[in-house]
C-alpha cells in the first residue's frame, strides 16, 4: 500500500496526481461489500480535481494538497451535528464552524473522506460500539477481532486504504491502542502543540489530538499540518540513543505474541547499537491510587456528562455510562488532591528519567481479543484496563508517545512504543524513524 509519505513525494515529483489516491480511498469507503459503513458515522464525496489543477500549476496548497484523511467524530464540521459515536447527540444542534484541525487540514487542501467511528464518548480502549457497529480488525477479519479504540474508525480507515491518514483524538490511548492492534503507526504529541477548539472534550486535562498512519514520517507530515508549528524531523543514530525500559507494571500480562514480539524487538535495537537499560521506575505504581476512583478522567468527564446521564442514562452505552458514573461521588477538594499529585507525580518522572533519550515500552499487553470474547461486562472492563495500562501514563505525565509495528509480517499486530517527556516531540519523532528503520518493518 502506498503510505501517505510515498503519496506525497510523488505529487512532488510529477509521478501522480491526487485523483487517484483519493478515488481508490472513496471507492473503498463506499464499497458495498467493504467496511465503509461500521467506519464512517458520515462518509463524503471529496474530489480531488481542484488540487490536481493546483499541483500541475505547482500551486499546491501543502505538501498533502488532495489526499484522502479521515477525521474523527469528535471534530466540528460547520453545518453538522457532532456525534461522537453516540445516538444521544444525533439531533444536537449543528456546529457554528469548524474544529481547528478541520480548518487546518482544508487550507491545506486535504480531501476529506469522512467522519469516524469510535467508541462512544472516546470513553474506552476497545473500539466498541453499539449504536453505530463496530468495524472490524483487518487482521483476520473472520475472527471478529477488536480494533481498538476509541479511535476505531481511524484506524480500520488507514488500514483498509479508505484514506492515507487519520486524525483522532488521545486521552489514554485512544490514538496509538488502534494504531497497535491494526499494525499501523500512531503519534500522540504534546497536548499544546494542536489546537483543541472545537473538539468535544472527554476529559480536558488530559485530551490530546494525535494521527494515525502508515509509518513515521506519514505521522510527521499530517502531524506538520494540523499543528500550529511543525516539527524538525532528523536523522538520528541508534549507536546514541539511550532508551530505558520501566520494569513496573508495564512488562506485566504479556500474552505471548506480545512478548516474542517485544523481545524480538529489544533484540534488534541492541544489535543496531542502541543502549537499552532497565529503570525501576517505582513512581509507575502510584497512578494505581491516583485512578482508584475513577481519577481525573472520571472527574471531568462527569462534569461533562451528568445532566444527560441522570436524565437519559438508558441512552449509553452501559460500559461507557459506568466510567462515566464512577466520577460522580468526586467533589471539587478530590479533583484539587488529584491535579497536585498528577504535578508531583509528573516532577518525580522527569527528575526519574534523567538522561534516558526515550521510554520503550510494549503499546499495549495483548493481541486484538475477538468482539465476542468481551460480552461479559468483567471481562469487558478487565482487557479495557490492560490496553490503557501502558499508554495512558503518557497522558498522565503530558508527554508524547507513538506506537509503531514490532511484529513479523503475517502475525498478529503487535505496537512498540517509545515515549517522552512534556514537549519532546521532535526528539521523540526521529527516534522514532531510526527506530522504525532499524526493525525494517515495512519493507518485510
Not at 496526481?17 to 464499497?31: R, W, Y
Request: charged share 15%.
Amino acid at each position: 500500500m502506498t503510505t501517505l509519505w510515498q503519496a506525497s513525494q510523488q505529487l512532488q515529483s510529477g509521478d501522480a496526481t491526487p485523483d487517484a489516491f483519493t478515488e481508490a480511498a472513496l471507492q473503498a469507503a463506499h464499497d458495498p461489500e467493504q467496511q465503509g459503513a461500521l467506519v464512517f458515522t458520515q462518509r463524503y464525496t471529496a474530489s480531488g480535481s481542484p488540487a490536481k489543477a493546483r499541483w500541475q500549476a505547482k500551486q499546491a496548497l501543502s505538501a498533502i494538497d488532495g489526499l484522502p484523511i479521515s477525521i474523527k467524530d469528535l471534530f466540528d464540521v460547520k453545518g453538522e451535528a457532532t456525534t461522537a459515536g453516540s445516538r444521544l447527540l444525533a439531533d444536537a444542534p449543528v456546529a457554528a464552524a469548524n474544529a481547528s484541525v478541520v480548518d487546518k487540514l482544508l487550507h491545506a487542501g486535504a480531501a476529506i473522506v469522512g467522519k469516524t467511528n469510535m467508541t462512544e464518548f472516546a470513553f474506552s480502549g476497545l473500539g466498541i460500539n453499539p449504536h453505530y457497529g463496530t468495524p472490524v480488525n483487518p487482521w483476520q477479519r473472520d475472527q471478529q477481532r477488536i480494533p481498538g479504540g476509541s479511535s476505531s474508525g481511524a484506524a480500520v480507515a488507514v488500514a483498509e486504504g479508505m484514506c492515507l491518514g487519520a486524525v483522532g483524538t488521545d486521552t489514554g490511548g485512544s490514538v496509538r491502542i488502534p494504531a497497535a492492534l491494526c499494525g499501523l503507526t500512531g503519534f500522540k504529541p504534546t497536548a499544546k502543540r494542536i489546537n483543541q477548539t472545537g473538539t468535544l472534550p472527554l476529559s480536558t486535562s488530559l485530551d490530546s489530538i494525535g494521527v494515525i498512519a502508515d509509518d513515521v514520517r506519514s505521522c510527521w507530515l499530517l502531524d506538520s499540518i494540523i499543528a500550529d508549528q511543525p516539527l524538525a524531523l532528523q536523522s538520528l543514530d541508534l549507536h546514541d540513543a539511550r532508551f530505558a525500559v520501566p520494569q513496573t507494571r508495564v512488562l506485566e500480562g504479556l500474552d505471548q505474541h506480545v512478548a516474542q514480539a517485544w523481545q524480538r524487538a529489544i533484540t534488534i535495537l541492541r544489535q543496531a547499537g542502541a543502549t537499552i537499560i532497565d529503570i525501576a521506575l517505582p513512581e509507575l505504581d502510584a497512578l494505581n491510587a491516583m485512578n482508584a476512583r475513577g481519577g481525573i478522567t472520571a472527574y471531568e468527564a462527569w462534569q461533562w456528562h451528568k445532566n444527560t446521564a441522570q436524565a437519559q442514562p438508558d441512552a449509553y452505552d452501559p460500559h461507557v455510562l459506568a466510567r462515566v458514573q464512577r466520577g460522580s461521588p468526586l467533589t471539587e477538594q478530590d479533583a484539587a488532591e488529584l491535579y497536585q499529585q498528577r504535578s508531583a507525580w509528573q516532577k518525580r518522572i522527569n527528575a526519574a528519567l534523567g538522561d534516558v533519550n526515550a521510554l520503550i515500552m510494549p503499546t499495549v499487553p495483548l493481541i486484538a481479543p475477538t468482539i465476542a470474547s468481551l460480552n461479559d461486562a468483567q471481562r469487558y472492563m478487565e482487557v479495557n484496563a490492560l490496553m490503557l495500562r501502558n499508554p495512558s501514563i503518557i497522558n498522565m505525565l503530558d508527554g508524547c508517545a507513538l506506537s509503531l509495528p514490532c511484529h513479523q509480517p503475517g502475525s498478529a499486530p503487535v505496537g512498540l512504543s517509545l515515549a517522552s517527556i512534556h514537549g519532546d516531540d521532535a526528539r521523540l519523532i526521529s527516534w522514532a524513524l531510526a527506530v522504525e528503520t532499524a526493525l525494517n518493518w515495512r519493507s518485510r
